[in-house]
């Protein structure tokens, strides 16, 4: 009998029954929710007379439609959003579920929160509204999106009918270039396999370049595995996970629960249904050029032309992002420069880009944000003195949420805008309707704001 891996040991552990072939009833340690994806859920639960079956494994936080703006206390003014918010609220209290409101200290988006309080434990299973749940694979978590049908369910059972996933390795060796990040790495790697090239699967991440990241660059990683198609993404937590973990969860025996943690990892006979290597030392920093995550290329490179690049839609992407091919991207003026979300919206995102800003200035002409991943982040960021150092080189500081990430508030790109982004989606529309999104690294994002263009970060030291 060959070994397991470890996603097959966090799915056997949480199996309540087996159903059929396919499909096993999954126990869910954790389950997070938002003001968006949650309302017709519990609208479903009180149509059909049901509570919730175990409060205490359920959290909820506003973020998505919530405004950013530096003022307190923040009200939610557009109906339909204030909507949500008081329905998430109301049901939040009638069913026993903590909540980090609009106004809470901790507020932030769930991504963010619930690692840095120390709710993502290794081994765990997770689940939430919401695609980017894969983020915590960073600490040898199963986390995965779900639809509001499914959301219900778990509300109801703290279960889930659940496929099992297809399985894929990821081994990265070498180590990153200094200028480079794991955004940078995770981009790379879309645009090899492409925005579907995991579709189906749950990614283990292995390989030296992948142990010499931190937790929060991990969390980047994984985050951004979805862009691939990935059902789940994991990385068998190490010493540097572990500690993160220990030093965050202060109601556990940790001697104990080291020694569960650290055996957390695939057998070395474990076989997988597809393999990729990558060396991570040829990797430059990446910027998308398109309307998909994998439409990317390194910041050295040219935009293709179909012959290179003949997926459907890269005519399309061409001509709503106004380049075409044979381009380089170095020098493409922004107007906008966005430096938050649950993919880069940490302290360590937001340590990065105060370095490359510090003693400079925004560019005239560039409206710049930076929106930290939660109240926790914020406070620390302060503390740091980085918000100042924003603020001096003429950023927003804003408060915490999803923000620019998204259009679902009032943070809006306007048509024909070019944004430099730290997010994780460059779809149409994606950060306002015909707005234009390029994704990159908190560095690159801050070397845009402050030369007004696309510019490589590892050259800015010999810009005046």
């Given at each position: 009998m060959s070994g397991r891996t470890l996603y097959r040991k966090i799915v056997d552990a949480h199996t309540v029954s087996v159903l059929d072939e396919q499909h096993v009833l999954l126990f869910c340690d954790l389950h997070l929710m938002n003001e968006y994806t949650s309302p017709q859920a519990f609208a479903g639960l009180q149509a059909a007379g049901r509570g919730v079956a175990m409060p205490g494994q359920n959290l909820a936080t506003v973020s998505h439609i919530i405004p950013t703006h530096a003022v307190f206390p923040r009200v939610i003014r557009e109906p339909a959003s204030s909507l949500q918010a008081r329905n998430l609220?109301?049901?939040?209290?009638?069913?026993?579920?903590?909540?980090?409101?609009t106004n809470d200290p901790l507020q932030g988006i769930e991504h963010v929160i619930a690692p840095e309080h120390g709710m993502i434990r290794p081994g765990m299973v997770v689940m939430c509204g919401d695609s980017h749940t894969t983020t915590y694979g960073a600490l040898g978590a199963l986390g995965f999106g779900i639809g509001t049908s499914e959301v219900e369910h778990v509300l109801a059972t703290q279960t889930l009918v659940y496929r099992r996933a297809q399985e894929m390795r990821v081994r990265v060796d070498g180590h990153l270039p200094q200028g480079t990040t794991a955004k940078d790495l995770i981009l790379m790697i879309i645009s090899r396999i492409g925005a579907q090239g995991a579709r189906g699967f749950v990614v283990e991440f292995c390989g030296d370049a992948i142990l010499a990241l931190s937790v929060e660059a991990r969390f980047t990683l994984c985050n951004m595995a979805v862009e691939a198609g990935a059902r789940g993404a994991l990385i068998a937590p190490d010493e540097t996970a572990v500690s993160y973990v220990l030093g965050r969860a202060a109601d556990i025996d940790a001697a104990a629960a080291r020694l569960d943690w650290m055996d957390l990892r695939s057998d070395h006979d474990a076989s997988v249904d597809r393999e990729y290597s990558f060396d991570a030392c040829g990797v430059a920093p990446q910027v998308s050029w398109g309307t998909s995550p994998d439409q990317t290329i390194p910041i050295d490179g040219r935009i293709p032309g179909t012959a290179d690049h003949p997926e459907e839609g890269t005519t399309r992407a061409l001509d709503y992002c106004g380049l075409s091919p044979g381009m380089s991207l170095?020098?493409?003026?922004?107007?906008?420069?966005?430096?938050?979300?649950?993919?880069?919206?940490?302290?360590?995102?937001?340590?990065?880009?105060?370095?490359?800003?510090?003693?400079?200035?925004?560019?005239?002409?560039?409206?710049?944000?930076?929106?930290?991943?939660?109240?926790?982040?914020?406070?620390?960021?302060?503390?740091?003195?980085?918000?100042?150092?924003?603020?001096?080189?003429?950023?927003?500081?804003?408060?915490?949420?999803?923000?620019?990430?998204?259009?679902?508030?009032?943070?809006?790109?306007?048509?024909?805008?070019?944004?430099?982004?730290?997010?994780?989606?460059n779809f149409e529309g994606r950060q306002g309707r015909g707005a234009i999104t390029h994704l990159m690294s908190p560095a690159m994002a801050a070397a845009a704001a402050v030369t007004g263009h696309i510019v490589d970060v590892r050259t800015l030291e010999a810009l005046p």
């Open positions: 609220a109301a049901n939040c209290e009638r069913h026993g579920i903590a909540l980090f409101d170095q020098g493409l003026p922004v107007q906008i420069v966005f430096i938050g979300s649950c993919t880069n919206g940490r302290i360590e995102d937001l340590r990065a880009a105060a370095a490359v800003i510090r003693g400079r200035r925004v560019a005239q002409g560039v409206r710049a944000m930076v929106v930290p991943g939660s109240g926790a982040v914020q406070k620390q960021a302060e503390e740091e003195g980085l918000a100042r150092v924003f603020a001096e080189a003429g950023f927003e500081w804003r408060r915490p949420g999803c923000s620019m990430c998204l259009a679902m508030n009032d943070d809006l790109a306007e048509p024909g805008e070019r944004c430099a982004s730290t997010t994780n989606r």
